[in-house]
T-cell receptor, first 113, second 113 residues
Framework: GDSVTQMEGPVTLSEEAFLTINCTYT??????LFWYVQYPGEGLQLLLK?????DKGSNKGFEATYRKETTSFHLEKGSVQVSDSAVYFC????????????FGTGTRLQVTL | KAGVTQTPRYLIKTRGQQVTLSCSPI?????VSWYQQTPGQGLQFLFE???????NKGNFPGRFSGRQFSNSRSEMNVSTLELGDSALYLC????????????FGSGTRLTVV
């Protein structure tokens, strides 16, 4: 079946540090890949997406590149802020089950001053 | 434009009771999905409705059911509540396919005692 594996958290960084959150996937078909973010007490917000190999999704300084050869979609940001503290979820959807998102377990990011 | 609205925000129910959760999608969105979020299992897909038809279903027991109305509003029902049903239930709406990105509501926090 389809699955997403994320690095275990929490990840604690100082403000302005570089962020990488690893995400790898297994899919029965050709997936679209997503990063969602969840702030405390809120639902999930779509952060960025990529729908085919070598696509780069980007938003709010975050970016991730769809790597088919390594089945990965790692999230990066060059300089994190305290306001980036949240839980980040990698997810996929596969054509044919395209209405369903399969999520990773989430990675909590804590940014300190 | 208004986001996805879930009501109520919080619920406390007794084991054995039943509960109904409501979700109003973004205007124009015809797809509504439901997810269960727990610390142990993470985000798990319950089901998805599109134009009043259940289009996709996750691996949950028959106690979990849903429906969608002609105005795209959706309800989710859980009968014979168990302690393990305590979770954050998230509703998400979309134009039709996950690749377009789902917009999530803030969720309903259900506690079963």
């Amino acid at each position: 079946g389809d699955s997403v594996t994320q690095m275990e958290g929490p990840v604690t960084l100082s403000e302005e540090a570089f962020l990488t959150i690893n995400c790898t996937y297994t899919a029965t078909g050709y997936p679209s890949l997503f990063w969602y973010v969840q702030y405390p007490g809120e639902g999930l917000q779509l952060l960025l997406k990529a729908t085919k190999a070598d696509d780069k999704g980007s938003n709010k300084g975050f970016e991730a590149t769809y790597r088919k050869e390594t089945t990965s979609f790692h999230l990066e940001k060059g300089s994190v802020q305290v306001s980036d503290s949240a839980v980040y979820f990698c997810a996929l959807s596969v054509t044919g089950t395209a209405s369903k998102l399969t999520f990773g377990t989430g990675t909590r990011l804590q940014v300190t001053l | 434009k208004a986001g996805v609205t879930q009501t109520p925000r919080y619920l406390i129910k007794t084991r054995g009771q039943q509960v109904t959760l409501s979700c109003s999608p973004i205007s124009g969105h015809r797809s509504v999905s439901w997810y269960q979020q727990t610390p142990g299992q993470g985000l798990q897909f319950l089901f998805e409705y599109f134009s009043e038809t259940q289009r996709n279903k996750g691996n949950f027991p028959g106690r979990f059911s849903g429906r969608q109305f002609s105005n795209s509003r959706s309800e989710m029902n859980v009968s014979t509540l168990e302690l393990g049903d305590s979770a954050l239930y998230l509703c998400a709406s979309s134009l039709g396919e996950a690749v377009n990105g789902y917009t999530f509501g803030s969720g309903t926090r259900l506690t079963v005692v």
